[in-house]
């Protein structure tokens, strides 16, 4: 089976036990001292064929050498680089990433690019697409893949306001020239007095048009870099993404909360060429290998992840289970 399989030791988090269990968004110290070779094995071991690292992680550091934001202290900036040769030498795909609705870095260093009101349910907020984040993100894309040109590029937390789709659009400085441009009228001082349609509307068109941009960044700088997405889908056929110019210039649609409804609506929607892939592991545990064995008997591509506590790279011991059980479903893959 022609099946891409990645399941990730995702480097944006820090998992911790102690003074209480917490994730926490990893610091450009915590994984810098991590050995591009035992990250590279770990991937071929798990019983991946697409080897995967960040570019730039949630938190808003890089592991390669940019120009355009911090990096990790020592070796850390190298591992990307290290680990690519080794993915080329060993004949293996790449797989990169980008968190396009927040950067925990740039969102304290400019609290003036963050949407009014996102910081209700995540500390940092969300970015807006219509601020200069959107340019900033760009020239990171573009810079990137001129040294690392990568067969995917995957764009990560691609949403408005919150990962949920209710966030209604906050008036704001960003927003007072698309308002008028997309709703056909001014933008109002307050909030209330701009409709749930209104709202849907307006994100919709913004989320495209971010979009446009981040495609335009890839595929002129690196036409065969491949791009996915993912919002995360909470459900099928969500009126913020039914029909979005997202779902219809991805190369892969990617549904990291993979219910059996919404895997079939993504498998329902897509073009012949375009590839679908489930998550196997997140934060809810793991599918059982049957399961991922039935996904992939359809022609679904898996992913998954799962953290550790820095600086030792081992997987949080409450992850091993749900990790043999990847391991054992992904062997069964072939």
């Known amino acids: 089976m022609d099946i891409i399989k990645m399941m990730m030791f995702d480097l944006n988090w820090s998992k911790h036990d102690a003074p209480h269990p917490c994730n926490l968004p990893s610091s450009p110290q915590d994984w810098a001292w991590v050995d591009p070779q035992a990250y590279f094995d770990w991937q071929v071991e798990v019983g991946n064929n697409t080897i995967f690292l960040q570019a730039y992680t949630y938190g808003g550091y890089a592991f390669y050498p940019t120009r355009l934001g911090p990096v990790p202290p020592g070796q850390g900036q190298q591992l990307l680089p290290k680990v690519f040769e080794l993915s080329r030498k060993a004949g293996l795909p790449f797989c990169s990433y980008f968190c396009v609705g927040a950067d925990v870095a740039t969102n304290g260093y400019h609290g003036e690019w963050v949407i009014p009101g996102s910081r209700r349910t995540w500390s940092h907020g969300f970015l807006g697409p219509e601020s200069p984040w959107t340019e900033l993100l760009c020239a990171r894309v573009r810079e990137f893949l001129r040294e690392y040109p990568v067969d995917w590029l995957m764009f ?34 307050d ?15 913004v989320l495209a048009e971010q979009f ?3 495609r335009d960044a890839v595929k002129e700088t690196s036409p065969q870099t491949r791009i996915c997405f993912t919002p995360p889908y909470w459900g099928p056929a969500d009126p913020q993404w039914v029909d979005h110019p997202m779902l219809a210039g991805s190369d ?51 992913s998954g992840y799962l953290w550790g506590t820095p600086p030792v790279f081992a997987p949080h011991p409450d992850h091993l289970a749900g990790m043999e059980a990847v391991k054992r479903g992904l062997a069964m893959i072939g």
């Not at 704001?172 to 933008?187: C, H, L, Q, S, T």
């Not at 329902?268 to 992939?296: C, F, K, Y």
């Open 156 to 189: 990560d937390w691609f949403c408005y306001g919150d990962l949920k789709t209710d966030f209604q659009v906050q008036p704001y400085w960003f927003v007072k020239e698309p308002f008028a441009r997309i709703i056909g009228r001014p933008m109002p001082e």
């Open 252 to 302: 892969m649609l990617l549904a990291e909360f993979s219910s059996e409804e919404t895997m079939h609506w993504l498998m329902d929607i897509r073009r012949p060429d375009q590839r679908v892939m489930g998550t196997v592991m997140n934060v809810h545990g793991p599918m059982s290998p049957e399961e991922m064995l039935g996904w992939a008997r359809q022609g679904c591509d898996l």
């Open 212 to 214: 446009y941009r981040l």
């Open 191 to 205: 909030a209330a007095q701009i409709t749930p349609e209104e709202s849907l509307q307006y994100k919709r068109q």
